[in-house]
């Protein structure tokens, strides 16, 4: 019998590996998690509740946009969106509770609902006893990562957890933080009523993207919404100003100072992984930059494995779930004394930018990343508004671009930043798993279907090729 206790079970990646090894004969499980309710970040504080106030706010957009539409304009009724959202969140985290508990019930599942800590290497204090199992899987997920800043603790915020359950919204605000957080929450705010600015450290946003989408992105956000976005402008200090709003004094490209004022500051600078309460401190991990081998094993404690957020890799709800099934058979694998597998996925993110209305998507290379590859490739690209469908349905802004191989024309990545863009991300995620030829795939819409966008970029490589 070998046991394996699992610290963060409530969680996508908790719950991924309880799932692997729950039917598996001669292993033990012990569930643990404190969580209250409990149902995992993504469910109660991430993509789960953040696509259901998008969607508020996207439909408000949409009606805005459209001349063709008369009458009064709507509000987004925060008290109705938050009472929506909070109802079915509920109901996605019990059941994913319910499934934790069902496991609960077998002969070889214990779980405890409490806080774990390390006393020793793989000794465990959960409430008032300590358990010592043959392996620990800590999936513990992430924690807001708050700048340190200097006046950070002399000012309040709003993290996007408090957006999301906000009732009233400011008139004005400030964003520090225009990754994946503050590119979905940034339109909301502004669809709601807030004027904001937006402090971006680069050029554009969307570090993963080649230049002209980040570049379309705020082309979008700029003529759309009530906000100005900083570029290549850094955070120096805040405080607090006499009317109870928030002064930022900030850095430009030049070197030059200046100062922002707004009603409130929200805080969207990601997240960093949820390890302070875990006392690897009395055992031989020291959680560091690359603590974590692609086994999905601790690089001090080879019986440990740590998935999700809190390794620090990829923080992204369905890497979490398959390097919860990598760490179940390696673990397997371990104990039998078998070569481990090493987690590697194909890259495939969508930001829900523009409220997902125009969402950006990308699947395997870009064309950037590719020349970092030093690969061999074709690389075509088409504006949204270059295929008629866009404009019938009064989506016309963004773009999409592909990657194939100059040889054998094999499909190496896809970048679109348009409307359906999150939709065809699994078609393309098909193509370049699958490393098919363009030159094989059907580019037979039917019109008007927004994968046109996808059929033009096909015969654009496949005449290249």
């Known amino acids: 019998m070998v046991h394996v206790a699992i610290i963060g079970a409530y969680g996508s990646a908790g719950t991924a590996v309880a799932g692997e090894l729950v039917d598996e004969p001669g292993v033990e499980l012990t569930l643990i998690d404190d969580g209250e309710p409990g149902g995992g970040l993504c469910i109660l504080r991430g993509c789960m509740p953040s ?3 998008l969607s508020a706010a996207a439909h408000r957009f949409q009606a805005r946009h459209d001349h063709r539409l008369d009458g009064d304009l709507p509000d987004v009724d925060l008290e109705s969106v938050v009472e929506t959202k909070n109802e079915h969140v509920s109901s996605f985290a019990e059941h994913r509770r319910g499934a934790v508990h069902d496991m ?3 002969d070889n599942v214990e779980f405890i609902h409490d806080t774990a800590r390390f006393v020793d ?5 959960v409430g008032d006893q300590t358990i ?3 392996y620990v899987v800590v999936a513990t997920g992430s924690v807001l990562n708050v700048p ?3 006046g950070m603790d002399d000012v309040s915020f709003m993290s996007s957890a408090d957006v999301l359950d906000a009732t009233e919204l400011p008139e004005s605000g400030i964003v520090m933080g225009f990754g994946y957080v503050g590119m979905e929450l940034v339109p909301y705010l502004a669809e709601a009523g807030t004027s904001l600015t937006v402090v971006e450290h680069d050029d554009r946003p969307i570090d993963e993207a080649d230049a002209p989408f980040g570049d379309a992105a705020l082309d979008i956000y700029e003529e759309n919404w009530d906000l100005e976005v900083l570029r290549n402008t850094y955070e120096q200090r805040i405080e607090p100003t006499a009317d109870g709003g928030v002064r930022l004094f900030v850095e430009d490209e030049d070197g030059e100072e200046h100062a922002h004022e707004a009603d409130e500051l929200f805080v969207f600078t990601g997240r960093r992984p949820n390890v302070d309460r875990l006392g690897f401190e009395e055992t031989a991990i020291e959680p560091s930059e690359g603590w974590v081998d692609d086994t999905m094993q601790a690089r001090d404690d080879d019986r440990v494995f740590v998935v999700g957020d809190v390794n620090g890799k990829e923080p992204i709800l369905h890497v979490a779930k398959e390097q919860g099934f990598t760490a179940a058979d390696n673990i397997l694998a371990h104990q039998q004394g078998d070569s481990l597998t090493r987690y590697e996925n194909v890259h495939h ?6 409220l997902g209305v125009y969402p950006f998507a990308r699947v395997g290379h870009s064309k950037e990343s590719a020349e970092e590859a030093g690969l061999d490739f074709v690389h075509v690209s088409r504006e949204a508004s ?3 469908v866009f404009k019938t349905k009064d989506v016309p802004e963004g773009r999409a671009s592909l ?3 100059a040889n054998d024309g094999t499909v190496l990545g896809y970048q679109g930043l348009h409307y359906h863009a999150d939709v065809m991300a699994k078609t393309m995620q098909v193509a370049v798993e699958m490393e098919l030829d363009v030159r094989d795939l059907p580019d037979r819409a039917y019109h008007p279907t927004t994968p046109e966008i996808l059929d033009g970029l096909f015969r654009d490589a496949a005449a290249q090729l």
């Open 51 to 53: 696509k259901e106030v």
């Open 104 to 106: 609960a019930e077998r």
């Open 121 to 125: 290497d793989r000794v465990i204090r």
């Open 132 to 134: 010592e199992p043959d």
């Open 148 to 150: 340190r800043l200097p």
């Open 349 to 354: 993110h969508v930001i829900f930018s523009g």
């Open 386 to 388: 270059d295929d008629g």
């Open 403 to 405: 990657v194939v191989d």
